[in-house]
C-alpha cells in the first residue's frame, strides 16, 4: 500500500538568484563609448594644437606676419602659433586645393588671431587669398604691400 501523502521525489533545487540581466554588458559597452570619446577628443585637441603648426601654408603665413612691421608693432617680435580654433581645407584633382585657418599668435608684446585663407592652383604654387591679424580692437591686413605675397 503507498501512502497517498508522500512525496514523489527529492525536493527541487530553488530557483537561480537573479545575475543583473545585461547591467554589466551594458556598463561595459558605455565605458567602451567612453573611452573612445575621450581618446578622439584628446587626439582632435593634439592635431589642433600641434600639428596644425606644421602645416606648410601656417608655416608660411607666420614668415609673412614676422616680416610685417605693423603686426610686429602691435604683437612684437618672435610671433609663433599658439594654438587653432578652427580650420578647412579641400582638395579637387582638376583646380587644386584651398585651405583656410584661424590661429592664435603670441609675440612678446601681445596676442591676437590670425585669419589664413590661401589656394594651390593644380600645377602651381601656393598663394595667399587673405592674411589678417585681429588683436584686440585692432585688424591688420598682412597683405595691404605685396603684389604676390605667398609664393613659396
Known sequence: ???????????????????????YGCLIAVGIFLVAGIGGAFYLYHYMNTALKDAPTVKAAIVQLNNDQEARALLGDNIEVTGASSFNSSTDLSTGSKESYTVHVKGTKGEG????EADTP??????????????????????????NPGAI
Open 122 to 147: 593644380r600645377g602651381g604654387q601656393l598663394h595667399f587669398d587673405k592674411l589678417s591679424l585681429q588683436a584686440g580692437s585692432q585688424t591688420v591686413d598682412v597683405l595691404h604691400a605685396e603684389q
Open 1 to 23: 500500500m503507498t501512502d497517498a501523502h508522500a512525496t514523489p521525489g527529492p525536493v527541487p533545487p530553488p530557483p537561480p538568484a537573479r545575475r543583473h540581466g545585461c547591467l
Open 113 to 116: 588671431d590670425y585669419t589664413i
